[in-house]
């Protein structure tokens, strides 16, 4: 019995360059996958000033794994697979007084902003505790970074942190 074709819809995040649709495209046929659909309007953009594609390939389950593997490890963002927003990591610090401040009210104040949930978190203490430092990484939904640093930025103020937020 043959293996069982199957479809996704995906929609990449190309930096607008020479090449970038070409270096998304390749690897899509080289692991035997077939390009159903391509949509790729330049004059579109997001808000990283980057242009959306959709694209719709088909091939059974494990070429289609290996193809959305090769795409992400090339640099390229899929950010919509079948239509569900893929989420993203965000990385920021915060450096103050947080174990005094409330580590498990800053976290929930992080968790409430719509889209957002804290994934990770490494708390380095001090012995001047207004010196210690905390890394927290973010899984958020695609395109909606600067609103997200935005108010993680407002939380540590609120709270007298030093915020650094990823670039």
Do not use: Y
């Not at 607008?16 to 953009?45: E, F, M, S, Y």
């Amino acid at each position: 019995m043959g293996k069982i074709k199957m479809r996704l819809n995906l929609v990449l995040e190309l930096l607008d360059v020479p090449g970038q649709l070409l270096d998304a495209l390749n690897p899509i046929g080289r692991l035997g996958a077939n390009i159903v659909t391509v949509i790729h309007q330049r004059d579109v953009k997001t808000e990283r000033g980057t242009v959306p594609v959709q694209i719709t390939i088909e091939g059974d389950k494990e070429i289609l794994d290996r193809v959305l593997k090769v795409i992400e490890d090339s640099g390229i963002q899929i950010i919509q697979v079948d239509g569900i927003l893929r989420k993203e990591k965000i990385t920021t610090i915060l450096i103050g007084n947080i174990v005094d401040q409330d580590v498990k009210d800053t976290l929930d104040l992080l968790n409430h902003i719509e889209g957002v949930m804290v994934a990770d978190m490494d708390l380095k203490m001090s012995d001047h505790p207004e010196q210690s430092a905390s890394r927290i990484v973010i899984e958020a939904e695609q395109g909606k970074r600067r609103q997200i640093m935005a108010e993680i930025k407002e939380i540590g103020t609120s709270k007298g942190f030093l915020v650094i937020n990823e670039v």
